[in-house]
């Protein structure tokens, strides 16, 4: 039988998407794990999480520091903690085939975060709590409900509202509670937090659906006493009344064990997923097997067709050439090396000996559940404890291993593979894939996230303007002779190269360069040769690609990102020929003072230079006084017109400064995210993060300001030598 084509649009998650949406039911759960900062605790979340097949799972006691989101099996997940501490903290881990439903992740503290998921014909938040315990004081609970309310109130009302977690509450069976709670509470009787949920419950219209749902005893319970014998009902899901339809079952499930004195709490949810047929932007990127160039042969043959080709190709207008250049590059890739080989998974210490020893934990819990008598709650802790040794056994003899081979590499002078091991085994650095907006709101979808970071780098380098440019410069009346660029810089600047870096928006990386062949050299000659002379520069030379790096604080603030430009090879050929040339005469106007990207030169001699001060005053019992600045936004921050006015003070060739506004005008920025990328857009101010040029372009913007500076500030004399100011 031919199946119908005539079918509903349906995605790699297996529900039917877009016209075709269906109905799915969808499981829900809630656990307290108590702690994944234990040895395999993390692994063995999965694992569980994947066996019962939950695609949502709000987790309480995570334990771990911070807020942010890490990648674990086929499961995200999403977490907030104390920064200095690992102690409480909730999240959520959602299954991968979810993530592109996931509309928002608030990390509001340790004991709340909250879940907007993307269904229809309204979206369904989901906040997860951990509630007082019951002996906590009345400033304590009132404090956590008082967050609770507020954080409930805050969210828009057209949308599924559900509070699912740990609420140390035990709810009755009291009639007047009816119909807040339902009649199959594990209680007959509510304590006190279990009446402070009822009544948050009842003023939001809610319902406790882990109350209404008829089950055996055994599947209410979901907190076990540390006396072993002793189980209560504290664990809840509450509903919007007019949503509990919704849920179609709630109970505990005793047999999954992730180390834990709490039972996994599942929800069964019906529910229509909003059809997502295109969720992100993948960039078509050209990827080459660099591996493949250390063959000689291949390197060989890779020059050959790239020689026969060049040899051929006719002068023109400058683009027309360039890109026709990148697509005779392309093609030999494609025929020759060919592209990146699919990425092999890392090694991973969490094997099936620690899968076997968890299972036999699992199946001594699962016998102390159904005896309960003292020899089996003894044999289920000797496999706590069993299990627990092992795994972190495991992980130490595992990552023994690793330092082995990183010493390896670093002892056989293999630098590269050295770094690329401790980076890929480096400690827990989980990243939030969520960016504030600028009214505080959490973006979490690709193609806001790129809006807002490209909103604050426009801001950011379309800055106020000066309020006293400098536009007066001193002029020379003999202009500095400037010789036209050799075949030799060029063929210098192509070998001086650095390998193994990321391309720029033409996707040729510096190694396809290098190994061209003589043909090649030639070409790129005449490209150069025809930017100096007629100053004009291919148009795929201006583009740049701003990749956000995270340097420190809360990583959800686009102010603490730094922008590094990824730029095309071969502008970087150029770029560096130009920076030879301008050097010179940057050492004729730099002062001694700078050690700071100069050849030659030390930052760490300035060190040495303000120890050497401070034990000669102490040693006279002198007082010394020292000032350090940092400046904000350095490069960012940098006025183009000023400079180009300041390097013409400086006696800098015209020709030279050309080059330079050549280099730095009417470039095209992107910014990137992951697989996502923005429209392309011009900025008006700042150095271009990872252009050669730019740290010297910075030290000759600061000469200005230092040589006035030079002129008020007293100093100290140290031998022979007057120090005002030292550079880095």
């Known amino acids: ?418 770094f690329k091991t401790i980076k890929k085994y480096s400690t827990f650095n989980p990243t939030l894939k969520a960016i504030k907006d600028s009214d505080g709101t959490i973006l979490m979808e690709p193609e806001k996230k790129i809006m807002r970071l490209k909103e604050y780098i426009v801001d950011l380098l379309n800055g106020t303007i000066p309020s006293d440019p400098i536009e007066n410069a001193t002029y020379q009346k003999a202009e500095p002779f400037v010789k036209e660029i050799s075949k030799e810089e060029v063929k210098e600047a192509i070998k001086n190269l650095k390998n193994w870096k990321a391309p720029g928006s033409d996707s040729i990386p510096s190694e396809l360069i290098k190994y061209g062949g003589e043909d090649m050299y030639n070409f790129i000659f005449r490209i150069c040769h025809r930017v100096w002379s007629e100053e004009v520069m291919p148009e795929t030379w201006s583009e740049a690609i701003i990749i956000p790096l995270h340097k420190k604080g809360d990583k959800t603030e686009c102010s603490n990102y730094r922008g590094i430009s990824l730029l095309n090879s071969v502008y970087k050929v150029f770029s560096k020929i130009l920076l030879n040339r301008l050097t010179p005469y940057a050492e004729e106007c730099l002062g001694e003072y700078q050690s700071g990207f100069r050849k030659g030169r030390s930052t760490i001699e300035q060190l040495s230079v303000i120890a050497r001060l401070i034990e000669k005053k102490y040693e006279y019992r002198q007082n010394i006084w020292q000032m350090f600045v940092d400046f904000r936004k350095a490069y960012d921050s940098i006025h183009r017109n000023s400079l180009y006015n300041i390097m013409e003070e400086f006696g800098f060739p015209k020709k030279l400064i050309n080059l330079t506004k050549l280099s730095m005008e009417g470039v095209k920025y992107q910014v990137r995210v992951e697989s996502t990328t923005s429209e392309a857009f011009n900025v008006e101010m700042g150095l271009k993060q990872g252009d050669a040029l730019s740290p010297l372009l910075f030290n000759i913007t600061l000469q200005k300001a230092v040589r006035v500076l030079q002129n008020e500030a007293r100093g100290i004399n140290v031998d022979e030598y007057h120090i005002k100011v030292l550079g880095f």
Not at 35 to 64: H, P
Not at 380 to 385: A, D, F, G, T, V
Not at 392 to 411: G, W, Y
Request: proline share 2%; net charge positive.
């Open 1 to 418: 039988m031919i199946p119908s084509k005539n079918q509903p649009r349906t995605q790699k998650t297996g529900y039917k998407l877009g016209h075709g949406k269906r109905t799915v039911e969808l499981k829900i759960a809630t656990w307290n794990i108590t702690s994944l900062f234990r040895t395999g605790s993390c692994q063995n979340l999965v694992d569980v999480l994947d066996t019962y097949e939950i695609k949502i799972a709000a987790l309480q006691e995570i334990r771990w520091t911070g807020t942010g989101q890490l990648k674990v099996g086929e499961y995200v997940i999403f977490f907030s903690g104390l920064e200095d501490r690992h102690f409480f903290g909730t999240g959520f881990a959602i299954h991968k085939s979810l993530e592109p439903y996931v509309r928002e992740f608030n990390p509001v503290s340790e004991w709340i975060s909250v879940l907007r998921v993307d269904t229809t014909p309204i979206h369904m938040v989901l906040i997860c709590v951990h509630a007082t315990t019951e002996v906590s004081t009345s400033n304590d609970k009132d404090a956590f409900y008082e967050d609770l309310d507020r954080i409930y109130d805050e969210t828009p009302g057209n949308v599924i509202k559900i509070i699912l977690g740990d609420l140390n509450a035990m709810c009755g069976k009291e009639n007047q509670f009816h119909p807040t709670i339902g009649k199959e509470s594990m209680h007959n009787i509510s304590n006190d937090n279990g009446l402070r949920i009822i009544s948050f419950a009842s003023s939001k219209n809610m319902v406790i659906s882990s109350t209404t749902f008829p089950h055996k005893k055994i599947h209410k319970g979901t907190w076990r006493s540390p006396d072993g014998k002793t189980i209560n009902q504290i664990d809840h899901v509450l509903i919007q009344r007019r949503f509990r339809s919704c849920i179609v079952d709630v109970r505990s499930y005793r047999g999954a064990d992730c180390d834990t004195d709490h039972f996994l709490l599942i929800s069964k949810f019906k529910i229509k997923l909003q059809g997502h047929n295109s969720v992100r932007k993948r960039r078509n990127q050209f990827s080459v097997n660099l591996e493949a160039l250390k063959n000689i042969e291949i390197q060989s043959n890779y020059a050959t067709k790239i020689s026969n080709q060049f040899r051929n190709l006719q002068e023109q207008d400058i683009d027309s050439e360039w890109n026709q250049a990148i697509n005779i590059i392309k093609e030999a890739v494609e025929q020759i090396i060919g592209k990146t080989e699919s990425k092999k998974n890392k090694k991973k210490w969490f094997n099936e000996v620690c899968r076997k020893a968890i299972e036999a934990r699992r199946l001594a819990r699962e016998n102390y559940n159904r005896s309960g008598d003292q020899i089996s709650k003894e044999k289920y802790e000797k496999e706590r404890r069993t299990c627990k040794r092992l795994l972190q056994r495991e992980k130490r003899s595992f990552v023994n291993e690793i330092l082995q081979d990183a010493e390896k590499d670093r002892s056989q002078g293999s630098i590269r593979n050295f």
